[in-house]
């Protein structure tokens, strides 16, 4: 008796976690269009191909298109977390229905104050400009975006704090964190993806702090006109940012430590190896934000070295054990290559990649040169666009794929792939052309000076477009699974 | 290019594309599986050499890039010092402080400052409004550095200009609406005209 009331607890779970996801997961082919052809927009408007294109406009298009697109990937991590996690422990739908509701309310105002309100001072709105923009945009267009911002916020603390809550029904936490690992058990078994959504939880919630500390400085500032400090400010917002950024990406590899064995046939265990390397990222992301300041040469100089230090070695746990193993499990292996299976793997390529990039332009030396060049864009765009990015969208399919039981197109999904590659990288390489040569980034024109940004930017509309034919493809392939699998 | 962004885009190009080769292989063999054997254990033997790797290289990179940071050490003095103010949409270069808004929009519209070459320039930047990032360029576009010109901070950039000629300050930090056509201009002359034209303008 009490077996089969278990057994059936666990179908309706499982009917509410699928029903979730399916509705959250509908979100993107919404948004990653649009955001998609915002950014495909902004490089028609840099390669000069609508001269007469107002630059406040440009201004207020990349800011939506940067927090958006953040703020897209950082959902649908989570999302898509949650439906892997629920297999062993149990989130609560409620808190996510919650999330999902004020997540919409937060993105409207975002839409409102940049679309309607031309509120252009970039996703990072570092303070002062918010409320000195020369008389661009309205003081309310930067109250809608700091009120819808402080609406995500809270909606994605209680989520996480909600995830933390369901893995702490059943570890403790230095269970969670695998520290029994570390001294040399293996009991209790822990999946390797509670670990990671644990450490990206945590991460998450020190970068929400931080984003609070921000706003009421900003709401004091508006309030009773007391000047923040602008060196403080920019540090809150780095930090949160630095964060925000970063635990997107583990939940992309959460994803992949929980999905890519479906596909192999071989665990992916925990063992100490991978419990050290989760609690080594644990430590340093908090600390390699720092070289978002490098240019700030009043920043305290031990901070920027430890900056260097903290951005060098994080790449150690990423590429020693999650992108090794990754490889090492495909080795002379058979894998069930599918549209998602292939896409969450090239994932992991992204991430190699954007990070070699990135540990080059953390050496401060470097930096001095590459610092808000196009070569920043670059960088992440390869570890986003080509990274979590299609982690995500591999999983959207991997999860439709698997409830609408419609068989994989594997010639059509090669071919998708190849033109995602080929369209991301050729786009990618632009970007990092013009940080060689040191092309300002975030600009709506090229000065004729720099000339070459303008060229590089046209180049770039060929690869934009077959990236954008790719994803279509994408999507006709996954919406037909994902309207299927309701 | 400056001579370490040369190298940095060359260990760049060098990894990405043996990255891609490296997965390449790696997609590769799955297309010919072998049956019952483990490779996973195979390959795993490699990691240990991979970390070593990987962590010289990471300290390679440390020992050779820290000795070049641009921060200046406190008995660093530099030949000359300018004073540089940003402001919604233009940089005001003089050689002395910039302190009240009258004076930066007379030095926004002036000849450009002169400097000499081969000398250790200062440059003192801060920002009269919002954030903006001060960077000097040559003729050619190649950036010589840059610095932040934030709001109530003062951050002291040493340049050393090898040649004369117009060098262009571009906004690097989003700063506005106009913040692409942002700009400041500073002249580098020979050094031996340098006194001359100081003397011809006393
Ligand atoms: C779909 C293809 C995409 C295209 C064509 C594209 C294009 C662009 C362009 C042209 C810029 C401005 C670069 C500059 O001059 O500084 C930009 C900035 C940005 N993009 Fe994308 N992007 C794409 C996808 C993504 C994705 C997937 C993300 C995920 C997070 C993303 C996040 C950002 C962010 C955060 C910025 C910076 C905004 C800022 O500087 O304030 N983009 N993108
Ligand atoms: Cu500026
Ligand atoms: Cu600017």
Same mark, same amino acid.
């Given at each position: 008796m009490a077996e089969i009331a278990i057994k059936a607890e666990a179908v309706e779970i499982e009917a509410k976690v699928k029903k979730l996801t399916l509705v959250w997961t509908g979100l993107t082919f919404i948004l990653f269009p649009i955001l998609g052809l915002l950014g495909f927009l902004m490089r028609l408007v840099q390669g000069n191909? /609508?001269?007469? /294109?107002p630059p406040e406009w440009f201004y207020s298009i990349l800011t939506l298109h940067g927090v958006g697109m953040v703020g897209l990937w950082f959902v649908e991590g989570m999302i898509a977390v949650i439906y892997l996690l629920s297999k062993y422990v149990k989130p609560s739908a409620g808190v996510s229905w919650f999330s999902f509701t004020f997540t919409l309310i937060g993105v409207a105002l975002i839409i409102i104050s940049t679309i309607a309100g031309k509120f252009g001072a970039g996703w990072y709105f570092l303070y002062p400009l918010p409320y000195k923009s020369a008389e661009i945009w309205p003081n309310w267009a930067t109250d809608l975006y700091l009120i819808g911002l402080g609406v995500l916020g809270i909606a994605w603390t209680v989520w996480v704090i909600d995830v933390l809550r369901a893995i702490a029904k059943k570890y403790t936490l230095n269970q969670a964190l695998a520290w029994h690992y570390l001294a040399g058990k293996t009991e209790p078994e822990l999946p390797p993806i509670i670990l990671i959504v644990t450490v990206t939880c945590i991460g998450a919630i020190t970068g929400f702090l931080a984003a609070v500390a921000l706003l009421l400085l900003f709401l004091f500032d508006r309030v009773s006109g007391t000047p923040a400090d602008p060196l403080l400010m920019k540090n809150l917002v780095f930090y949160f940012g630095h964060v925000l950024v970063n635990i997107t990406m583990y939940l992309g590899v959460a994803i992949l430590y929980e999905t890519l064995p479906q596909y192999t046939q071989k665990p992916w265990k925990t063992n100490k190896l991978v419990a050290f390397a989760w609690n080594t990222v644990l430590f340093l992301v908090l600390f390699a934000y720092f070289h978002h300041l490098y240019m700030d040469f009043v920043q305290p100089k031990a901070f920027q070295i430890i900056g260097q230090f903290a951005s060098y070695f994080i790449s150690v746990p990423a590429a020693v054990v999650t992108i090794f193993s990754a490889l090492a499990m495909i080795y002379k292996t058979k894998v069930n290559w599918t549209l998602g299976s292939s896409l969450i793997f090239l994932g992991t390529m992204g991430w190699a990649v954007g990070g070699v990039a990135a540990v080059i332009d953390s050496s401060i030396a470097v930096n001095f040169r590459f610092h808000n060049t196009l070569w920043v864009p670059a960088h992440f765009h390869t570890y986003f666009l080509m990274g979590v990015v299609l982690m995500i969208l591999g999983f959207i399919y991997h999860f439709s794929q698997l409830h609408s039981n419609?068989?994989?197109n594997s010639k059509l999904a090669k071919f998708t792939v190849w033109l995602i590659l080929i369209g991301g990288y050729g786009f990618l390489s632009m970007f990092y052309t013009g940080g060689a040569l040191f092309v300002p980034r975030r600009y709506a024109l090229y000065p004729p000076a720099l000339s070459s940004g303008t060229t590089l930017a046209q180049i770039s509309i060929v690869f934009v477009s077959i990236l954008t034919i790719g994803f279509l493809l994408y999507l006709i392939q996954t919406i037909r699974r994902w309207a299927r699998s309701f | 290019m400056a001579p370490i962004n040369a190298v940095a885009v060359a260990i760049f190009i060098f990894f990405a594309l043996l990255i891609f080769g490296v997965y390449a292989f790696f997609i590769s063999s799955t297309r010919k599986p072998a049956v019952g054997e483990d490779y996973y254990k195979s390959v795993a033997k490699l990691r240990a050499p991979f970390f070593v790797i990987l962590l010289l290289l990471l300290i390679a990179g440390l020992v050779l890039t820290l000795p070049k940071i641009p921060y200046p050490s406190k008995g660093k003095f530099p030949d000359a010092v300018v004073y540089v103010a940003g402001k919604q949409f233009n940089f005001a270069l003089d050689t002395?402080?910039? !302190?009240s808004e009258e004076r930066w929009k007379e030095r926004a519209e002036a000849e450009p400052v002169q400097v000499p070459a081969g000398k250790w320039i200062e440059f003192r930047v801060t920002s009269l409004d919002v954030n903006h990032g001060f960077s000097l360029y040559d003729e050619n576009g190649k950036l010589l550095g840059q610095t932040q010109a934030m709001p109530g901070y003062v951050n002291r950039l040493f340049i050393k200009f090898d040649k004369p000629g117009f060098y262009t300050a571009y906004c690097? !930090?989003?700063?506005?609406?106009?913040h692409h056509a942002m700009k400041g201009v500073i002249e580098v002359v020979e050094e031996g005209t340098f006194g001359a034209k100081i003397l011809n303008q006393q």
């Open positions: 191909v /609508f001269p007469m /294109f419609i068989p994989d | 002395q402080p910039i !302190e690097m !930090e989003l700063c506005g609406n106009s």
